[in-house]
């Protein structure tokens, strides 16, 4: 069955460092997301992503944020200078198109610590 | 805006018990309803979903009903296994995003 999958599954950073969280969607999905649960929170959304441009945005993803697909298969969240808040498990999600776009499947999970 | 309340947990149980984890939540118009679960050190997997009122999602042996004359999606099985033990996650899903709810442990003992 295909899956989403992210990469890495742990990463630890430094504040102020830059860090890229990397995705790979279900092959034919079109829309793609971003999501993070810091520890004991919900999961909030961050980013909807369509045909190469951002769709939506929460008051989260701020200028520190930036997300690029930057070939057929791949789909970035980067975090330009980190902060202590930014830890957080980071959840990238894909959906297909039309009835299809009903349902977000999820990858495993990026677990950024910054320190 | 959208919100969803989720029941706190951990919710502990004996193998073979009824599981209720409740939800309710606050949205404009019309929206999907879904229950997601994160088994230890994975993602979040798709359990079942609800789109339109009195519409009943099942997965697993696990069911919730659309109400939405109370504006709830309650996760119910009739009898729980040692594997179900993980988290619960109810969301909702308005014009494209999810708004999700806070999570339910749910640990179930031999």
């Known amino acids: 069955e295909p899956e989403v999958t992210q990469t890495p599954s742990h990463q630890v950073t430094q504040m102020g460092q830059e860090v890229i969280l990397r995705c790979v969607p279900i092959s034919n999905h079109l829309y793609f997301y971003w999501y993070r649960q810091i520890l004991g929170q919900k999961v909030e959304f961050l980013v909807s992503?369509?045909?190469?441009?951002?769709?939506?945005k929460s008051e989260i993803f701020d200028d520190q944020f930036s997300v690029e697909r930057p070939d057929g298969s791949n789909f970035t969240l980067k975090i330009r200078s980190t902060k202590l808040e930014d830890s957080a498990m980071y959840f990238c999600a894909s959906t297909g198109q039309g009835a299809l776009q009903e349902t977000q499947y999820f990858g495993p999970g990026t677990r950024l610590l910054v320190l | 805006g959208n919100s969803v309340t989720q029941m706190e947990g951990p919710v502990t149980l004996s193998e073979e018990a009824f599981l209720t984890i409740n939800c309710t939540y606050t949205a404009t118009g019309y929206p999907s309803l879904f229950w997601y679960v994160q088994y230890p050190g994975e993602g979040l997997q798709l359990l079942l979903k609800?789109?339109?009122?009195?519409d009943k999602g099942s997965n697993k042996g696990f069911e919730a009903t659309y109400r939405k004359e109370t504006t709830s999606f309650h996760l119910e099985k009739g009898s729980v296994q040692v594997s179900d033990s993980a988290v619960y996650f109810c969301?909702?899903?308005?014009?494209?995003?999810?708004?999700f709810g806070k999570g339910t442990m749910l640990l179930v003992s031999p």
């Open positions: 969301a909702l899903k308005g014009y494209s995003t999810l708004t």
């Open positions: 609800a789109t339109k009122a009195d």
């Open positions: 992503f369509y045909n190469n441009e951002i769709s939506e």
